[in-house]
DNA sequence: CAGCGTTGCTAACTATTGCAAGCACATTGC
DNA sequence: GCAATGTGCTTGCAATAGTTAGCAACGCTG
């Protein structure tokens, strides 16, 4: 039932790979095509055709098959290039944009921050990953951040 | 010039309104419409319609605006629904989805997180607020806070 | 085996985005 | 006054997103 895909819009292919991403997702879902089709509101021609790179979906169809996947928008906004992270990192920024902090406070956050990174990195050790709120497996949350990470490097090299 | 306009999408015309937003924030850079579109690289005619409401725009096309108005595509995701902001606020978020922390480091972040903002909120002072890494004026990045939480509120009330 | 259901995909179609050509009106300088 | 230029908008159209109808292949069951 899988067929050969001929190579089509290698700029599809890229590291940024949206419908593989989806795909994958959707593997570890253990859900078929017109299952998660049927769940997101799209129609699952075209969601075919997002997997294999063919169309290019909006944000809100985005948004829809990321909750029909359990997973976060942001996740697919960041392979669909509508989203960047940042050089410093969610956490970075998100303490600097805070406008109820001051100065100090931050300053002081950023240290701490950067002090347990720090540690880790010294040490070497794998930190412990604690279970996220969701209601996802933990293997599915792990690889969704290390792609994102991986993603942004990319990306910065654009 | 201002002609009447007619009732047109009342969605459009919501707490949510980009278009109001992008023609205000147009009017502070006292730049055309035209001028706007040229910088942005988007046709003039079609701007005219994303302000008044009658197009919806992709992503690509909120950037490039974003980018020519030098203000966040963050900031017109959110009033295109594209993004939401988060309940947990975006420091509680950013922290608890970094893969390079250990439970203990986010717990303790968190913890000095929380009593420093208790802190604030204790005291009732007003936080010295860093200039933004962005050439904004003050007083419109402060709006753009405020009508932030604002289209979250009446998002969740779909 | 035949029948049925599921699967992912193709092709034609509809809906919408975004653009080009052009309009009416306002402003500026001679 | 006039011509030139600037302003925001209308209209028609091309391109693309997204859907519908249907196909071929596969797996399961009697």
Do not use: C, W
């Not at 089709?37 to 799209?42: I, N, P």
């Not at 921050?113 to 599915?140: C, K, Q």
């Amino acid at each position: 039932m899988e067929r050969m895909e001929r190579p089509v819009k290698a700029v599809n292919r890229a590291v940024n790979d949206l419908g593989g991403y989806i795909r994958a997702q959707r593997a570890t879902a253990q859900i078929s095509l017109r299952q998660l089709a049927k769940r997101a509101g799209v129609s699952n021609p075209y969601l075919s055709q997002v997997e294999r790179g063919l169309r290019k979906p909006s944000a809100e169809i985005l948004q829809q098959i990321a909750n029909a996947l359990r997973i976060s928008a942001e996740a697919l906004y960041v392979r669909a290039g509508i989203l960047e992270s940042r050089p410093g990192g969610p956490v970075v920024d998100a303490i600097l944009a805070d406008t109820e902090l001051n100065d100090r406070q931050k300053q002081v956050l950023l240290d701490v921050y950067t002090s347990f990174r720090g540690e880790n990195a010294a040490s070497g050790a794998v930190p412990v990953r604690d279970p996220e709120p969701r209601d996802e497996p933990e293997s599915r949350e792990s690889r969704d951040g290390t792609a994102v990470h991986e993603a942004v490097r990319s990306e910065s090299e654009e």
